[in-house]
């Protein structure tokens, strides 16, 4: 079953830091570009970040360029969003998304999410 | 501001044909990029419904159609049914921007 799986959310104060993952299973890991995606409370969706299969390609959304760090880890087959100097309006459902096939594509198959909450 | 723009609602009785505008320019539809669209259900994450302007991957009722034409592509459902009540996105890619992966602004379809 083709799945992927987001943790690491929670509650940071503005200024700090936190690192999500998104575990990944049932497809070849090492031959798809992946995304993070976040979608904020009551709002809309907003493309962050990708990186290649093979992680020589990054782009980041402006939003999020110079504070998060995208990564992935093909033996643990798994995706990483890095996010530092955290401001509220980061607060957020994230989402890691897959394209149909290997590069950039429409997104098939979504995790679950992750809430990050930005508050003092 | 979405680069490209979606109604922020519509709306349609049971049976009836709705559809969904999404607004682009010459950087992102209308360079000739793809427009795909997804549908989200309250609380879940969302689902692909169209790829490539008009394709429907498997799983996903003829009901749902998409058409791209300048720089606007629309999403078209036809014999609406209750469980069509949801968040639609469209979504593309801007040559303009760092931020190369674009999303509309989402419409929330009602079924009346």
């Known amino acids: 079953q083709v799945q992927l799986v987001e943790s690491g959310g929670g509650l940071v104060k503005p200024g700090g830091s936190l690192r999500l993952s998104c575990a990944a299973s049932g497809f070849s890991f090492s031959d798809y570009y992946m995304s993070w995606i976040r979608q904020a409370p009551g709002k809309g969706l907003e493309w962050l970040s990708y990186?290649?299969?093979?992680?020589?390609?990054?782009y980041y959304a402006d939003s999020v360029k110079g504070r998060f760090t995208i990564s992935r880890d093909k033996a643990k087959n798994s995706l990483y969003l890095q996010m530092n100097s955290l401001r509220a309006e980061d607060t957020a459902v994230y989402y890691c998304?897959?394209?149909?096939?290997?590069?950039?594509?429409?997104?098939?198959?979504w995790g679950q999410g992750t809430m990050v909450t930005v508050s003092s | 501001q979405s680069v490209l723009t979606q109604p922020p609602s519509v709306s349609g009785a049971p049976g009836q044909r709705v559809t969904i505008s999404c607004t682009g320019s010459s950087s992102n539809i209308g360079a000739g990029y793809d427009v795909h669209w997804y549908q989200q259900l309250p609380g879940t994450a969302p689902k692909l419904l169209i790829y490539?302007?008009?394709n429907r991957p498997s799983g996903v009722p003829d009901r749902f159609s998409g058409s791209k034409s300048g720089t606007s592509a629309s999403l078209a459902i036809t014999g609406l049914q209750a469980e069509d009540e949801a968040d639609y996105y469209c979504?593309?890619?801007?040559?303009?921007?760092?931020?190369?992966?674009?999303f509309g602004g989402g419409t929330k379809l009602t079924v009346l």
């Open positions: 998304a897959r394209p149909r096939y290997g590069g950039v594509d429409a997104f098939d198959i």
């Open positions: 490539g302007n008009s």
């Open positions: 990186i290649s299969n093979t992680g020589s390609i990054i």
């Open positions: 979504q593309s890619y801007d040559s303009s921007l760092s931020a190369n992966v674009v």
